[in-house]
T-cell receptor, first 111, second 115 residues
């Protein structure tokens, strides 16, 4: 079993819909949680960054972390065709900067 | 426009040949990572450096892979000899680790095909 599990999808939604992405993990030592967005044939780019449990909002994006359930989520409101990409969750422990990634979920937003 | 630069972007080579991938981290960043991405395994950490010193290379096959940072502006990843199973996209990432809210910024990757 992998340390970080993520449903690979694919996920196809109409423009304007809410996109919900999730990851579960097994290592209770993870403290930092990130979401990366990767467009086709590009490198991953950091989208959201959360320390420990709680919510964080940035424009149309909301990241949630529930450490008690070992579960993190990313919500995209009012989704746009430009949001079509692969979304990867990533996490790490305190004082060690190597990231453990989920498999990535491919999202297509239909115009 | 600060970004991580990787060269070459694409490389096709024959099995048994040496492959060298290069990375120029963002100026001032103190940590450099090498990741490999495949459909089957996703993104896997191969090695990372802090202030040019190797901190962790446990993800790297030691018999054929080597990673170095000759200076602060250049990181290299070498495969010798290359094998078809090394075909993947190799990403370099850099970060200013130790400050608040700073994580890794990725380059565009080197797409390696070993035939």
């Amino acid at each position: 079993q992998k340390e970080v599990e993520q449903d690979p999808g694919p996920l196809s939604v109409p423009e304007g819909a809410i996109v919900s992405l999730n990851c579960t993990y097994s290592n209770s030592a993870f403290q930092y949680f990130m979401w990366y967005r990767q467009y086709s044939r590009k490198g991953p780019e950091l989208l959201m960054y959360t320390y420990s449990s709680g919510n964080k909002e940035d424009g149309r994006f909301t990241a949630q972390v529930d450490k008690s359930s070992k579960y993190i989520s990313l919500f995209i409101r009012d989704s746009q065709p430009s949001d079509s990409a692969t979304y990867l969750c990533a996490m790490r422990v305190l004082n060690d900067y190597k990231l453990s990634f989920g498999a990535g979920t491919t999202v297509t937003v239909r115009a | 426009d600060a970004r991580v630069t990787q060269t070459p972007r694409h490389k096709v080579t024959e099995m048994g040949q040496e492959v060298t991938m290069r990375c120029q981290p963002i100026l001032g960043h103190n940590t450099v990572f090498w990741y490999r991405q495949t459909m089957m395994q996703g993104l896997e950490l191969l090695a990372y450096f802090r202030n040019r010193a190797p901190l962790d290379d446990s993800g790297m096959p030691k018999d054929r892979f080597s990673a170095e940072m000759p200076d602060a502006t250049l990181a290299t990843l070498k495969i010798q000899p290359s094998e078809p199973r090394d075909s993947a996209v190799y990403f370099c990432a850099s970060g200013l680790i130790g400050t608040v809210n700073t994580e890794a910024f990725f380059g565009q990757g080197t797409r390696l095909t070993v035939v």
